[in-house]
């Protein structure tokens, strides 16, 4: 299980999406929410729905889950 956490902020990307990025990312906002430990970031995007409708993944750290 990984640590996750949502942007708060949408002007740091270009879609203008709130990204939610993993542990260890190196592009790890200052200004985030925690989201909780998760198997997957599939689980850690939803997670992120309940605070935000427009989330995205964070192509440096779980490109896996860039543009879902």
Do not use: Q
């Not at 990307?13 to 198997?39: A, F």
């Not at 997670?47 to 995205?56: E, G």
């Amino acid at each position: 299980m990984d640590e996750y956490w949502v942007n708060n902020r949408t002007d740091t990307n270009p879609n203008n999406d709130h990204e939610v990025h993993k542990e260890g990312c190196p592009v790890m906002p200052d200004d985030k929410t925690y989201l909780g430990l998760h198997d997957n970031c599939n689980s850690a995007l939803h997670k992120a729905r309940a605070y935000y409708s427009s989330v995205d993944g964070c192509i440096p750290c779980i490109p896996e889950c860039h543009d879902r």
